[in-house]
């Protein structure tokens, strides 16, 4: 059987006043990705072949984010808000083309599921004109409600034009539809705007489908899956719930997390199978981290790659760039920043590492730091295999420590040094048998203090 095509338009010109932000609704991120681009991934999920992104307030800046987290959408400008249906109708010129399925979604729902997409597709499948999303709730107050009769949907309600009756149904209109790629631009152009505000509403189609005796359906979807996010608090509530199911899919592929109510992940985070992570880490974008390492406490990561029984924190951060091989050490108040630390190299405490290489083997003494950046530019550390850095050495780049060399303790290092070489970089100590007891006396003196 051939499989069938399906467009994904998502609707993503709302002003979003109650975000009371610059930054337009849809592009408030979940996870570090734009809302917009957690709906568009699951209608690719659900079997999207292409997507149509309508736009309008902020254009701009959605058509910039659409590049980077959606490529391949095409975007249409929705000229004036004329309502959801004149939303959809705004890209035409997609829907035209001819698709078996046309689903319409909602920037603003970040944490609707393929599956739900799926099982609305599948009614398409069967014959159905139109499926239209719906959940279950106890507390259906502002929602529109699904009327169905014998398993067909025949209206969706909206909850002041309810009578008495209609306002108990818990069965509730999620915005989310499926039509028939064959229907779909008639029905759309049969919709009126004679109502209170003058506008097209997409949920019109429904009637006037059934007028037509085309099949309405209603397929329920999970109260989650159906959530729209309108203002800051509706979207700390959807960080939520989507940290909470990233957490739970992580503990059943094998990851530990002693706990997980306080280990935040981002969209594109992955984490091998028995990797240990204590409480208050958070995954920035761009991490993985092979299986079997150690996330101590208190850690921060972001693009990082993490390779097999590495050791990190607690209190660590790892930024863009770094990169640990097999069971690298990074310890506690550590930053490490675009430097790959090979197999079996330890950074333990207080150290700063950017721009650099650590040989496999190597140690890094505590209070260590690469001197990379001289306010204009950026310079490279290499360090050699077995090294040993001793602690409180500031090494100024560019330089190359070689393969088993040593720099001594509290050494400022600035120029290379060869292989098993011993580096000294201090002055040298001088005591004054005595003076102290002086130096005492003057400053108690001075001072109008007994020493």
Not at 188 to 207: H, P, R, S
Request: proline share 4%; aromatic share 6%.
């Amino acid at each position: 059987m051939t499989a069938r095509t399906c467009l994904s338009i998502i609707l993503a010109a709302g002003e979003g006043t109650r975000m009371k932000s610059a930054l337009p609704k849809v592009l408030h991120p979940i996870a570090g990705l734009p809302m917009v681009a957690h709906v568009a991934a699951a209608a690719k999920a659900a079997g999207t072949g292409d997507l149509a992104l309508v736009v309008g307030h902020g254009a701009e800046a959605v058509n910039k984010a659409a590049e980077k987290f959606i490529p391949g959408a095409t975007t249409f400008v929705q000229e004036k808000r004329l309502g959801t249906a004149d939303a959809v109708l705004a890209a035409r010129g997609a829907i035209s083309t001819g698709y078996d399925d046309l689903l319409v979604l909602f920037g603003d729902t970040p944490l609707i599921e393929a599956e739900a997409l799926v099982a609305a597709r599948a009614k398409l499948a069967e014959g159905a004109a139109v499926a239209v999303l719906g959940f279950r709730t106890d507390k259906p107050t502002g929602y529109g409600r699904l009327i169905v009769q014998d398993d067909s949907l025949v209206a969706i309600r909206e909850e002041k034009d309810c009578s008495e009756e209609e306002k108990k149904i818990t069965f509730c209109n999620s915005g989310v539809m499926a039509i028939a790629g064959s229907h779909a631009l008639a029905l759309l152009d049969a919709v009126g705007n004679a109502n209170a505000k003058g506008e097209y509403y997409l949920t019109d189609i429904v009637g006037i489908a059934a007028e037509q005796g085309l099949g309405t359906v209603a397929v329920e979807a999970g109260f989650e899956s159906a959530l729209g996010v309108n203002n800051r608090a509706e979207l700390a509530g959807a960080e939520a719930i989507w940290q909470r199911r990233r957490r739970h899919e992580a503990m059943l592929s094998g990851v530990t997390l002693i706990a997980p109510e306080t280990v935040f992940f981002s969209h594109d985070t992955e984490i091998g199978a028995d990797t240990l992570i204590e409480p208050n880490v958070w995954f920035g974008p761009g991490v993985t981290v092979a299986q079997g390492a150690k996330i101590h406490a208190f850690s921060h990561i972001e693009g990082t790659k993490v390779g097999p029984g590495c050791d990190i924190g607690p209190f660590a951060r790892l930024r863009p760039g770094a990169d640990l091989k097999t069971k690298a050490k990074v310890g506690n108040f550590c930053e490490v920043k675009k430097a790959v630390v090979e197999e079996g190299a330890k950074v333990n405490h207080l150290t700063y590492i950017g721009d650099a290489r650590i040989g496999a083997g190597a140690n890094i003494g505590a209070g260590t730091i690469t001197c990379n950046y001289d306010g204009y530019s950026k310079f490279f550390t290499d360090i050699g295999k077995g090294a040993f850095i001793g602690s409180n050495s500031a090494l100024v780049a560019p330089i190359a420590i070689g393969d088993g060399a040593y720099v001594a303790s509290g050494s400022v290092v600035t120029e290379n040094v060869p292989d098993d070489a011993l580096a000294f970089g201090r002055a040298r100590q001088k005591t004054l048998p005595g003076k102290a007891r002086e130096l005492r006396a003057r400053r108690a003196e001075a001072a109008g203090k007994t020493p």
